[in-house]
């Protein structure tokens, strides 16, 4: 499956923003979608996992709260709605794609292209 992530931008802190997850040859709802983010300068971390009906989440403790996975496999499509956005939101954000849904925030195989969010104060 090839995932492409788009929907960044240049964000006021406390906005909020949704962020897509689009799959291409192949079909996103064969696949536990995870997003992650990689800040400048920080190691990639993960922000949040969706399994494939959608029906079981899991999100990093940064985030908890303030964002929210979800997916339309009628689209094809994982989204993550982000609220309350805070400048330590600032990193280019990515989608992922594995098979199995545990270990969670860890097996993903599959890697889209980032898409830029900066939360500027």
């Known amino acids: 499956v090839q995932l492409q992530a788009s929907g960044g931008g240049l964000m006021q802190a406390g906005d909020s923003l949704r962020l897509s997850c689009a799959a291409s040859s192949g079909t996103a709802s064969a696949y536990v979608i995870g997003w992650f983010r990689q800040a400048p300068g920080k190691e990639r971390e993960f922000v949040a996992q969706?399994?494939?009906?959608?029906?079981?989440?899991n999100y990093a403790t940064s985030v908890k709260g303030r964002f929210t996975i979800s997916r339309d496999n009628t689209e094809n499509a994982v989204y993550l709605q982000m609220n309350s956005l805070r400048s330590e939101d600032t990193a280019v954000y990515y989608c992922?794609?594995?098979?199995?849904?545990?270990?969670?925030?860890?097996?993903?195989?599959?890697w889209g292209q980032g898409t830029q969010v900066t939360v500027s104060s």
């Open positions: 969706i399994n494939e009906a959608g029906s079981l989440t």
């Open positions: 992922a794609a594995k098979r199995s849904y545990f270990p969670i925030a860890n097996g993903f195989v599959y």
